[in-house]
């Protein structure tokens, strides 16, 4: 059977974190440049090979003093790191629309294997004749796992910013030709 290539649609898709501020609220960011494929047998995505790249220079809070502290060494340090990466070992079928993608995930040079759920949207075209498919992942990590450790404690008890990074990825990508 042919390989068939797909590549992420940028226009359609969002990388999203969120994590806990002061305990107690959540603190909402993105990843505005990144690139993603996927390697298919046909149009079958079971053993599908997925990578994924984000631009740490990119991440975007709405916040531009809380984006330029997570760019510094005290977080991902993206004048050494300038890149998280995802190769995926592992995407594997659970029952009709929902998978299992298990791979590793690099972050400031740290790589860790990670399994998240994805929901798969299904293959369609759309009105201009392209071939598209969806995915839906949400997840959780723990940044200290990757070396992102900087913290300050609170007077009332507590940290500043939660371990738990909570991720919602929305991925469309465009068959290639």
Avoid: C
Wanted: charge should be negative.
């Amino acid at each position: 059977m042919a390989t068939t290539k797909w590549a992420i649609d940028p226009t359609h898709s969002e990388i999203g974190f969120k994590v806990k501020h002061m305990m107690f609220t959540n603190v909402s960011g993105k990843f505005g440049t990144y690139d993603a494929t996927i390697t298919t047998e046909g149009d079958d995505f079971e053993n599908a090979a997925i990578e994924f790249s984000g631009d740490i220079a990119s991440i975007d809070t709405a916040n531009a003093d809380r984006d330029g502290h997570l760019r510094s060494g005290d977080f991902f340090d993206v004048d050494n790191h300038p890149k998280l990466t995802f190769k995926g070992s592992s995407f594997k079928k659970i029952n009709d629309g929902a998978y299992e993608l298990t791979g590793d995930l690099t972050i400031k040079g740290v790589s860790k294997e990670v399994k998240f759920p994805v929901e798969f949207s299904g293959i369609l075209t759309d009105p201009w004749g392209n071939t598209k498919v969806g995915l839906s992942i949400e997840g959780k990590i723990n940044r200290k796992d990757w070396g992102l450790n900087w913290n300050s404690a609170l007077e009332t008890g507590g940290v500043l910013v939660g371990e738990e990074v909570r991720l919602n990825i929305e991925l469309q990508f465009a068959k290639q030709a």
